[in-house]
């Protein structure tokens, strides 16, 4: 009802793996920045409604040590200046720009890692079997993989992007998603074969999954600076930086536990 009320087309609630979570669809926005506006205002609106129930909805990527993290999972497709889906050419695998798509965000995957995962708990969320993608693998239908291309009619063909972790920012998230499919299908940039079976077993250890090392990755991209700017690319580098600093002068309980 209260989705209703702000116009927020949520349309789907789902139970999750781990206790109290739950995943929540929103309807595709062909407006990007329209579809951000709706995470974001789905998020206060979770929030709001958890309160008054005297209850604590969070949005952390990993609230719990041993449980499953929380993702952002995003489908998007392109479309040309007539309406047509350009993934589709009328087959179950996709056209050829789907595939050139998927290998640039391969390829701008670990300079944009801090964006995807922008805060300490963040990277905590990774790691192999945990229902996270580990690596830049893609497949049909493959929900251990980070780039899926789900199944259904040809005129929907898309990608889901399952990187991203529920702590991030929407509208960064889809600017940089949409700077590794441009920048994918520019340089018609290759994917490789699909995966089979099970890829999120072994970590790609060239992906930056520790804040420090992904910000430093961010800040030395070209692609990146050149899709959102070197001003952008710097503040947004130096203030998350600023932020491990200060979480590294606070002193835990464990440290005095343990020292």
């Known amino acids: 009802r209260s989705a209703d009320a702000q116009d927020i087309p949520a349309d789907a ?61 995003v489908h998007c497709s392109v479309l040309d200046e007539k309406g047509n889906n350009i993934f589709d050419d009328g087959t179950d695998e996709g056209s050829a720009r789907l595939r050139h798509a998927i290998g640039g965000l391969q390829a701008t995957l670990a300079d944009a890692m801090a964006i995807f995962a922008p805060n300490i708990n963040s990277y905590r969320r990774f790691g192999p079997n945990l229902f996270v ?32 972790g529920a702590d991030a920012n929407p509208y960064l998230v889809l600017a940089a998603i949409l700077a590794g499919i441009h920048y994918g299908i520019v340089n018609e940039i290759d994917p490789g074969e699909p995966a089979e079976g099970n890829a999120c077993e072994i970590m790609d250890e060239s992906i930056p999954f520790y804040l420090p090392s992904a910000l430093k990755r961010f800040r030395n991209s070209d692609v990146m600076r050149k899709y959102l700017g070197d001003l952008y690319v710097d503040v947004y580098a130096e203030t998350k930086m600023l932020e491990f600093d200060k979480f590294q002068r606070a002193i835990s309980p464990l440290e005095y536990d343990w020292y």
């Open 13 to 73: 609630a789902v139970s999750e793996a781990a206790p109290g979570q739950f995943e929540l669809n929103l309807h595709y926005q062909r407006d990007p920045l329209r579809a951000a506006d709706d995470a974001v205002l789905l998020r206060r609106l979770v929030a709001g409604v958890a309160r008054k129930h005297n209850l604590k909805a969070s949005f952390m990527a990993k609230p719990f040590v041993n449980q499953t993290g929380n993702g952002m999972h």
């Open 133 to 164: 993608p580990v690596n830049g693998s893609w497949g049909y239908n493959n929900r251990s993989v980070a780039f899926r291309v789900p199944n259904g009619s040809p005129d929907s063909r898309r990608i889901e992007h399952r990187v991203t």
